[in-house]
């Protein structure tokens, strides 16, 4: 699920910093809001790598003991 929300949110801030989509609210800038989102997108992206690198190093041990009566 991050990665998958950190591109959505990579695309969506390229889209607003390239101008193909702008807003007409005055109290919203387009370009710093897109950068916000590039920011927040590239680091949702490493954050997931990162997590998934590490649950994938988990090494399970197993133990197993007879007894004999």
Request: no cysteine; aromatic share 4%.
């Amino acid at each position: 699920m991050g990665i998958g929300l950190g591109i959505v949110l990579l695309v969506i801030g390229l889209i607003l910093v390239s101008g193909v989509v702008n807003f007409d609210m005055s109290y919203i800038d387009d370009n710093g809001l897109g950068w916000i989102l590039v920011v927040v997108g590239a680091l949702a992206i490493v954050l997931a790598l990162i997590i998934n690198a590490q649950n994938g190093r988990a090494h399970v041990t197993r133990t197993e003991r007879h007894i004999e009566e």
